[in-house]
């Protein structure tokens, strides 16, 4: 079946792995163990039904949304991941641009290729830097510095990551290629070059973290109103309900499945995000049913770079803009706000 010229998020991820070299592809696709969450982060939202309304006024779509006080055209932001240079050569300049024409908000990753002033230079909406964190303090609050004087709006910790997750079926390849440098950690001394190594995230690096930044923190990477709680009696301002793609622990909850469990316990204290298998628009409208205020999307717009540098990175994002647009219309809910849990029934967790 032919891809040309792609239609939906599936077909950019068709014709992906043939603009890449393969331990790239076997790096991003890569899930965890057996990649069992991550098959489940898709399979969860088709357990989702819809429950559209009829003769709704929806001659009018209203996708605009407000994450952290920031305008973005709709729902959606890019999630922080890498490596964007081994993708196409302007990095993470290329996916700030995509983002920026498209409205929408931009994570970049503590390690990504160009640095965190590069992509700020041209980052129109609002820029998120996640963070890992350097085993020495003064290192990460070195590059929270510059986070906060490159003028980004928040800092996404972290923190389903003490240690990677095995990514099987990118182990057998990855000394296949030559990857590119993390821009932001360049000129350190190799033993920091990996800022996670060493150096697990704690509840206590979470109150750091907060003492020394006026920056609103993201905790990202949480799965269980337990530790919902624990976030926001820390004050985050956000919670991406995440198993990180699951690139992490394999068995662990499809995020889709979590994030009832975490709006009841937060409340509305915090902004909650989601990820994992966002692949359609209907999936952003049954997370924000489920009270997602913004869904992040990360491998899908890795396959639009690497098809189409930052044209294709924008044309992914506007596909999935495009069918949100229209499952709101079709499903009878003209604005966001129209948007609540009546408009989904979860069915029993099966196979
Ligand atoms: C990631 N993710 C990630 N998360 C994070 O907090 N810091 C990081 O550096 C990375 N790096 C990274 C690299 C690659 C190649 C992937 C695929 C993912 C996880 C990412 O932010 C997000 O949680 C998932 O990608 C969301 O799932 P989907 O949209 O890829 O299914």
Known sequence: MSREPPLNLADYEALAPAHMHPAVWDFISAGADDGVTMTQNRRAFERIALRPRVLADVGRIDTRAIVLGAAISSPILIAPTGPHAALCPEGEVATAEAAGKSGLGMVANSGSNRTIEDIAAVATGPLWLQLYLFPERERTHALVRR????????????????????????????????????????????????????????????????????????????????????????????????????????GATASIEALPEIV????????????????????????????????????????????????????????????????????????????????????????
């Open 147 to 250: 986070a906060e004087a490159a003028g980004c709006g928040a800092l996404v910790l972290t923190a389903d990551s003490p240690r990677f997750g095995r990514k099987e079926q990118s182990l057998r390849t990855e000394n296949e290629f030559d990857w590119p440098e993390a821009g932001n950690l360049a000129g350190l001394p190799p033993a920091t070059k990996r800022p996670i190594r060493g150096a697990p995230a704690t509840w206590e690096d979470l109150d750091w973290l907060r003492d020394v930044t006026r920056l609103p923190i993201v905790l990202k990477g949480v799965l269980t109103a337990e530790d919902a709680a624990m976030a926001v009696d820390r004050q985050v301002a956000g919670i991406v309900v995440s198993n990180h793609g699951g690139r992490q622990l394999d």
């Open 264 to 351: 009841a316990e937060v409340g509305g204290r915090a902004e909650i995000y989601l990820d994992g298998g966002i692949r359609r628009g209907t999936d952003v409208l049954k997370a924000l049913a489920l009270g997602a205020r913004a869904v992040m999307i990360g491998r899908p717009v890795l396959w639009g770079l690497a098809v189409g540098a930052g044209a294709g990175a924008l044309d992914v994002l506007e596909m999935l803009k495009r069918e949100l647009e229209l499952a709101m219309a079709l499903a009878g809910r003209p604005g966001l706000a129209d948007i609540d849990a009546s408009l989904v029934r979860t069915a029993p967790i099966q196979g």
